[in-house]
């Protein structure tokens, strides 16, 4: 899977409005960072109901009529390096969040990159490559799409579905962290 970097800032969609106001220019990073994954561009992402405001809400990303679909998401508030080597694997990137004063935000501002392996960050703000080490990880967002990068099938570690007690559960991927075996479930 090849991903082709992308800026926010460019001139096609900058000025391309978000639900809450917001330009694509300004504080698009997040839908850029799709865009690259999915392989389109910010202004067609844009264009989805998956916002509240200006914020992207990852459970909104599942089952979207994307060019790409995206499967599953699955928001972490840390960064989380083996499940983050794990995605890149997988779906050939992961969205990782980053201070913003990298780019001149704010001490409390957030800014989304894609990692791409091979310790490269794909920066949305100028769509430039940067060494990962160039940012301070906040957290991170997982993004399996249908363009898994290995067609091998991954081994199961917790079961597909898990029921009891009148509740059904659905799996949407495995972990193996360093506390063993984690699965995250959805309520059918």
Excluded at 134 to 156: E, F, W
Excluded at 168 to 181: A, C, P, R, S, Y
Aim: net charge positive; proline share 6%; glycine share 12%.
């Amino acid at each position: 899977m090849s991903i082709k970097q992308l800026s926010q800032r460019d001139p096609k969609w900058a000025s391309a409005k978000l639900p809450g106001g917001g330009t694509i220019g300004a504080i698009g990073c997040t839908v850029t960072c799709i865009a690259m994954l999915l392989g389109t561009t910010p202004d067609v992402v844009a264009k989805n109901d998956i916002f509240t405001g200006n914020l992207v809400v990852w459970a909104k990303l599942v089952g979207k009529g994307s060019p790409v679909s995206i499967k599953s998401a699955f928001r972490y508030y840390t960064y989380r390096n083996d499940v983050a080597l794990e995605t890149i694997r997988l779906y050939g990137a992961v969205l990782v969040e980053v201070d913003a004063r990298v780019i001149g935000g704010a001490p409390s501002g957030k800014h989304w990159v894609l990692f791409v392996g091979n310790q490269k960050a794909f920066d949305p703000w100028d769509g430039k490559v940067y060494p990962t080490s160039r940012y301070t990880l906040t957290g991170m967002a997982v993004l399996g799409t249908s363009q898994a990068v290995s067609p091998q099938p991954q081994p199961q570690l917790l079961p597909d579905i898990v029921s009891g007690n009148g509740i059904t559960l659905h799996k949407l991927n495995d972990i193996q962290g360093e506390e063993g075996k984690k699965a995250v479930y959805v309520k059918a």
